[in-house]
């Protein structure tokens, strides 16, 4: 029997892909600094789409990631980011909303 200890963030996703649903502020560098966010955690850009936000002053955009890391810790990462007003994580059939500054239950 091969066992074998993992910190937490080498877990595997069992899909190694999520979708994220972000509102951000219109800021100058807020696009540019959400990207590097994702990039710095380890994930990959597969899609993007950017629309202007009907709601706030913003966009709204929705990222699928690859990556082998927790998506959940990546949601936290993001939704501490001053820009962002509300991200949400898509990951197979489950969701997970994360306000800014909130804490999860």
């Not at 502020?25 to 850009?45: M, T």
Request: charged residues 20%.
């Amino acid at each position: 029997m091969n066992n074998q200890i993992f910190k937490k963030d080498q877990i595997m996703n069992e899909n190694p892909f999520a979708w994220f649903s972000i509102n951000l502020s219109n800021q100058a560098g807020s696009l540019e600094r959400l990207l590097g966010r994702i990039r710095r955690r380890g994930f990959q850009l597969e899609n993007m789409m950017v629309t202007n936000s009907s709601i706030v002053d913003g966009y709204r955009i929705e990222i699928r990631v690859h990556g082998n890391r927790s998506f959940k810790t990546l949601a936290k990462h993001i939704a501490n980011m001053s820009d962002v007003l509300m991200v949400s994580l898509h990951v197979a059939e489950s969701s997970y909303d994360c306000q800014p500054n909130a804490v999860p239950a």
